[in-house]
C-alpha cells in the first residue's frame, strides 16, 4: 500500500458536493483548501474576490442537517479562488476535483492541477458519471499513475458509500490506499468500481427506481401506496420510491436515465425503458422536487385536523394533484407485523394482493438485473451489495435479498416472468452452491464467481459482525440480550429488543454477563450491538404501567436496579467498553457514562431526554453530572456556578448530541476516556482492542464517596436559571418543577453549605426525584403523549 500521511486537501469546488466533501474531511481532523471560481474585478478586496467559496462555507454552518461534526471543525478550512490560490495546491498531499458535471471544464481544472501540483500526489475526481479515463487523457505519466474516481454521495457525512474508480493506468498502491483510508480515518464503505456508466451504486439503484415507477403506473397503485411498499417495510429509507425521487430531484433522475440508456446499449433491461410520460411532465414544467416546491408530492399550505401539513400526491395518469389515497393492502399489514426482514421477504414471495405482486416483480427484476452486471460493472458480489447498502441506504444488497427468498426459487420465479439470468448462478446452482453468503467459524464467506468457490469478506478481522457468531453456542442469552465469546478473552453483549429499549432482561444480562466475566476470567466486556440504534433508552411502557396502577414499591425497586446496573458497569472486576452508533437516548447515555470507555460512532446521537416525559435521568445520570461537575471545579478551580448552569441546562432541556465530537460538548463523552470512530462497522472491534488495552493492569475502581456539592449555594443559583427560561417562554409551568428536581440532585439537596457526599447519596435523592415526578398527572399525560404519538408533549 502507498506510504502516504494525509495532511492536507485541496477541494476544487464549493458547491453543494464540494462544500460537504470539505466539511467531511474536516470532521475527519484534515486541514482543507476549498477553491472556487472569483467574483470580482482587480482591486476588490480578498474577502469579495472569495466569495462565491466563502458564502458556501457559510451556508454550510447553517444547513440541516449539519454537514460538520462540530461547527468548529469549519475552522480547518481556508477559503479561496481560481485566479489568486491555485499556486497553493502545491502544498497538498490530496486535491479532488468537483466542479460541474462538463468535461471539457474539468480539463480545464486539470491543466491547471498539472501546472501546480507537486509529484506525487493524489488527483482524483468526484464525477458521478463521466467515464474517469476520458479525464485522465492527456495528463501526465504521474498524473495518470496517482489519478482515479472517489465518488462520495450527498449528503457527505451521512451517506456511508465512497466509490473508488481507478483507471488502467492507476497505480494498484494507489488504489489500496484509497480503499484503505476511505475506510479506516474518513469512515467510509468503499468500494471498488469499473469505470462503466454510473458505476455500481447509481447503475443498480436507478434501475431499482426506474422498476418501481414502471410496475406502479402500469399496475394502478397510487404513488404513496408505492412509497410505503417501498420503505421500511423492506428494509429501505422512509422515503420510499417516490420521496426518493423528490429528494434527489427530477432532472437529475431523468438525466441519469437517459446517460445509462445512451451508454449502456448492450444493458438488457435499461435498454428497453423509456422516460415514463409523468416523468417527463414534471421535467417539462420544472417540477423538480424538493428542491423546486413540488414533485411527485405537492404541500397545499393547509393543516389537516390534527395540525400535520396536508400534502397532495401526483396522479401518475391524469397528471393532477390530489388528496393521498393510500391503499389499505393486506401485505402493508403482515409486513408490519414481522420483525424480521428475512421474514418479511418470505412472506411478499407468498403474498397474493396486488402490492406483493409489485414488490415480487420489482425485486425478480433486481435479481436478474444485478445476476447480468457481474463481471460487467464488479468482479464480486459483495460490491454491489455494499455499494446499495452505504449509497442508498438499504438494510441489505440485491444478492442478501436474494439468499432471503433462495437463490434457487428467485431463479425459477424470474424465468417465468420472462428474465434472463446471469449464467454464473445457474453454474452455481448445479455445483451444489445454494447461497450467496455463509458463514463458518465465525467468519462471513461470499461466493465469487470468478473462482467458482467461497472466499472470506475482505477486512473480516477488522470488523465484529455478531451475525457472523449465531452458529455458535452463546456464552449466555434472555429474551433481550445475547453474550458473545468475539476472542482474545473478550465477551460482547448485544441488545436485541425492539428498538434495543432496557428492560428487565437487558438489565438482569448486563448484571449477569458481569458476572460471568469476572467469575470465569475473561479479560473484559464489550457492550455494544449492529444495530441502527444503539438504544433508545428505558421501556417506557414498563415505567408507564407501574406509575398508572401506582405500584410505587416495585417502581422503586425497578429504579434502584437500574441504578445499581450502571454503577455496577463502573465498579465490576473487569474493564467495560461500551460501543455506540445511533440513538444513545437515556438509560443508553447512564450506561455509556458510567463505562470505562466509550467508542462511539461518529454518527452517535447521545442524550439524556428524559425531561420530554416529565422526569428526570434515574438510572444514574443526574448523579454522574454532578460527579463529572465535581472533578472539573477541583481541576479548574472557581467555576462552581457556570459550570454547574451549565450542567443544569444539558439535563433540564433535554439537549441531544447530534455527533459524537459534540457529545463532548455536552459532557456526555469525556476526553480522557472515550473516543470516536469514523466508521460505524468498526466501533465494536475498536471497543475491543480497548478492552485488551485496559485488561492488563486494571484495577476494580472503588465507589467514591468525595463528590462535592453545593447544597443551597446552587439551588439558589439554579432556581433563577429555571425561572429564565420560564420567562423567556422556554418551560411551562411543568418543565420548571422537573427542572427544580434536577437541581436539587445535582446541588446534593438542600444543604445548608457546600460539602461532599457518596454517590449513593446522590442515587438516592435521584431516584426519589424520579418517583415522586412519576405521581404527577402532567408526567403521565406526557408519557402516553410519546407512546401514542413518538414524539413529545409540552405541557
Same mark, same amino acid.
Given at each position: ?17 464540494? !462544500? ?97 501540483? @507537486? ?30 474516481? !472517489? ?30 483510508? %476511505? ?46 411498499? #417501498? ?7 422512509? #422515503? ?60 397545499? %399550505? ?49 403474498? #397474493? ?143 436485541? @429488543? ?119 435521568? %434515574? ?133 445548608? @453549605? ?42
Amino acid at each position: 500500500m502507498l506510504n502516504k500521511r494525509i495532511r492536507k486537501v485541496a477541494v476544487l469546488g464549493s458547491g453543494l458536493m464540494g !462544500t460537504g466533501i470539505a466539511a467531511h474531511l474536516a470532521g475527519c481532523g484534515l486541514q482543507v483548501l476549498m477553491l472556487d471560481l472569483p467574483t470580482a474585478s482587480d482591486g476588490a478586496s480578498k474577502t469579495n474576490i472569495n466569495k462565491i467559496a466563502a458564502d458556501s462555507l457559510a451556508n454550510a454552518l447553517k444547513a440541516k442537517p449539519a454537514p460538520f461534526y462540530d461547527n468548529k471543525f469549519a475552522g480547518r478550512i481556508t477559503v479561496g479562488n481560481f485566479d489568486d490560490d491555485f499556486p497553493k495546491i502545491k502544498d497538498c498531499d490530496w486535491i479532488i476535483e468537483v466542479v460541474v458535471e462538463r468535461l471539457d471544464i474539468k480539463k480545464l481544472i486539470y491543466d491547471k492541477v498539472e501546472k501546480f501540483r @507537486s509529484k506525487g500526489t493524489l488527483v482524483s475526481s468526484n464525477t458521478s458519471g463521466i467515464p474517469i479515463h476520458l479525464m485522465a487523457e492527456g495528463r501526465s505519466d504521474d498524473f495518470k499513475k496517482h489519478f482515479c474516481g !472517489t465518488h462520495f454521495f450527498n449528503p457527505v457525512r451521512y451517506m456511508r458509500l465512497l466509490e473508488v474508480i481507478p483507471t488502467a493506468d492507476t497505480d494498484e498502491n494507489v488504489i489500496a490506499f484509497f480503499m484503505h483510508y %476511505g475506510d479506516v480515518v474518513l469512515g467510509k464503505q468503499t468500494v471498488l468500481c469499473k469505470d462503466t456508466p454510473a458505476f455500481i451504486a447509481n447503475r443498480v439503484g436507478v434501475y431499482a427506481m426506474a422498476k418501481i415507477f414502471q410496475l406502479t403506473h402500469e399496475m394502478g397503485l397510487g404513488i404513496d401506496t408505492a412509497d410505503a411498499l #417501498t420503505g421500511p417495510a423492506i428494509g429501505r429509507p422512509k #422515503t420510499g420510491t417516490f420521496r426518493l425521487a423528490d429528494l434527489v430531484g427530477m432532472d437529475t433522475a431523468v438525466h441519469v436515465i437517459n446517460g445509462m440508456k445512451q451508454n449502456c446499449p448492450d444493458d438488457e433491461q435499461i435498454s428497453k425503458m423509456e422516460v415514463p410520460k409523468f416523468l417527463q411532465f414534471l421535467v417539462e414544467y420544472k417540477f423538480f422536487g424538493n428542491k423546486s416546491g413540488q414533485g411527485f408530492y405537492k404541500k397545499t %399550505g393547509e393543516k389537516d385536523a390534527k395540525g400535520r401539513p396536508v400534502i397532495h400526491a401526483l396522479n401518475l395518469d391524469s397528471l393532477e394533484y390530489g388528496p393521498s389515497q393510500k391503499e389499505k393492502l393486506p401485505i402493508l399489514d403482515t409486513l408490519k407485523q414481522i420483525e424480521e426482514l428475512p421474514r418479511r421477504m418470505k412472506a411478499i414471495f407468498k403474498g #397474493t394482493d396486488k402490492g406483493a405482486d409489485m414488490l415480487r416483480r420489482s425485486f425478480l427484476g433486481l435479481f436478474a438485473y444485478v445476476s447480468n452486471r457481474v463481471p460487467e460493472i464488479s468482479n464480486t458480489i459483495f460490491a454491489i451489495d455494499d455499494a446499495l447498502r452505504a449509497g442508498f441506504a438499504w438494510e441489505v444488497g440485491p444478492f442478501q435479498y436474494w439468499d432471503m427468498v433462495g437463490v434457487a426459487e428467485g431463479v425459477d420465479l424470474a424465468k417465468k416472468e420472462g428474465y434472463t439470468i446471469g449464467a454464473w448462478v445457474e453454474e452455481m446452482l448445479a455445483a451444489g452452491h445454494e447461497a450467496f453468503y455463509k458463514t463458518e467459524n465465525g467468519k462471513r464467506l461470499c461466493y465469487n464467481p470468478a473462482s467458482k468457490q467461497y472466499e472470506a469478506l475482505p477486512g473480516g478481522e477488522s470488523f465484529v459482525i455478531l451475525d457472523a457468531y449465531r452458529s455458535q453456542k452463546p456464552v449466555y442469552s434472555n429474551a433481550e440480550c445475547t453474550l458473545h465469546d468475539i476472542g482474545d478473552g473478550v465477551l460482547c453483549l448485544e441488545f436485541h @429488543s425492539k428498538m434495543n429499549a432496557i428492560g428487565e432482561g437487558i438489565l438482569r444480562g448486563i448484571n449477569d454477563s458481569i458476572q460471568i466475566a469476572e467469575e470465569q476470567g475473561w479479560k473484559g466486556m464489550v457492550i455494544g450491538n449492529n444495530a441502527a440504534q444503539f438504544t433508545v433508552g428505558a421501556n417506557l411502557m414498563m415505567v408507564a404501567m407501574m406509575a398508572y396502577q401506582q405500584e410505587w414499591d416495585e417502581l422503586n425497586m425497578a429504579t434502584n436496579i437500574f441504578q445499581q446496573t450502571s454503577m455496577r458497569i463502573r465498579y465490576s472486576a473487569i474493564p467495560v467498553v461500551i460501543a455506540t452508533q445511533g440513538y444513545v437516548f437515556g438509560g443508553g447515555c447512564e450506561f455509556s457514562m458510567h463505562a470505562d470507555s466509550v467508542v462511539a460512532a461518529a454518527e452517535s446521537y447521545i442524550g439524556l431526554v428524559e425531561v420530554g416525559v416529565g422526569i428526570i435521568p %434515574g438510572g444514574g445520570g443526574t448523579k454522574e453530572f454532578a460527579v463529572r461537575l465535581s472533578d472539573e471545579i477541583s481541576r479548574e478551580g472557581d467555576v462552581q456556578i457556570p459550570r454547574l448552569i451549565d450542567k443544569f441546562k444539558t439535563i433540564a432541556t433535554a439537549q441531544v448530541a447530534t455527533s459524537a465530537y459534540e457529545a463532548f460538548n455536552y459532557g456526555y463523552l469525556l476526553p480522557q476516556k472515550d473516543m470516536v470512530v469514523h466508521n460505524t462497522a468498526r466501533n465494536i472491534s475498536e471497543a475491543k482492542l480497548k478492552v485488551l488495552e485496559l485488561a492488563d493492569n486494571y484495577v476494580q475502581p472503588i465507589p467514591r464517596k468525595d463528590i462535592n456539592v453545593l447544597g443551597r449555594t446552587g439551588l439558589g443559583a439554579l432556581y433563577i436559571a429555571a425561572h429564565s427560561l420560564q420567562l423567556g417562554n422556554y418551560a411551562s409551568e411543568h418543565d420548571i418543577k422537573i427542572a427544580k428536581k434536577v437541581a436539587f440532585v445535582l446541588c446534593g439537596g438542600d444543604l445548608t @453549605s457546600p460539602q461532599q457526599v457518596s454517590e449513593q447519596y446522590l442515587l438516592d435523592l435521584e431516584r426519589e426525584a424520579f418517583l415522586s415526578l412519576c405521581g404527577e398527572q402532567k408526567t403521565l399525560e406526557r408519557i402516553q403523549f410519546m407512546l401514542e404519538n413518538g414524539k413529545p408533549l409540552r405541557n
